[in-house]
């Protein structure tokens, strides 16, 4: 019995403070408090993009009726109405989304009937206004401006920064 007793202790004693057995460290997370704040800064930093174009190009966006609109929600439209593949309307816009460049921000759509303008900043911080008209039931380019735009920073939250650094540190170690 006290054989028993040694033997147990020992093996107790030998995993508990066994330099090899340990255990696995947890990849780090962004809390959801983190991924509001990231949000709430995307948001933010999208409008200030966006009042940039339209006072660089002189846009009467905000007064003429215009429905703003991201790839995402062009997208959730065609989805809603069938999401028919060969809709040449939806496909006439899309195409305009996903023939632009690098960006600084995500690129909108403005549109009322028979107008459109696509807005952009090029990851070199120009302005780009591309205005479409639809002509039968397709959205065709008539006029494609670029100007100098400013610079809208991007500034990490406090939180993310935190979280980059303990993912480094986990990557780094594992």
Request: include cysteine; hydrophobic fraction near 30%.
């Amino acid at each position: 019995m006290k054989k028993a007793f040694i033997l147990t202790s020992t093996l107790i004693i030998a995993l508990t403070y066994n330099p090899l057995y340990s255990f696995a460290e947890l990849k780090p997370n962004l809390s959801s408090k983190c991924l509001e704040e990231i949000k709430y800064r995307n948001d933010t930093r999208n409008k200030l993009i966006m009042n940039d174009i339209i006072s660089t190009f002189n846009l009467d966006i905000d007064q003429s009726g215009y429905s703003e609109l991201s790839s995402r929600d062009l997208d959730a439209a065609n989805l809603i109405y069938g999401g028919r593949i060969d809709d040449t309307f939806y496909n006439s816009l899309n195409k305009h989304f996903e023939t632009v460049p690098s960006t600084q921000g995500n690129p909108r759509l403005y549109v009322r009937p028979l107008t459109a303008y696509l807005l952009y900043k090029e990851s070199d911080t120009t302005n780009v206004m591309v205005s479409l008209k639809l002509k039968g039931n397709k959205w065709k380019v008539v006029e494609e401006k670029k100007a100098k735009g400013k610079e809208v920073k991007y500034n990490r939250v406090k939180c993310e920064k935190e979280y980059l650094k303990k993912r480094n540190e986990y990557e780094k170690n594992n």
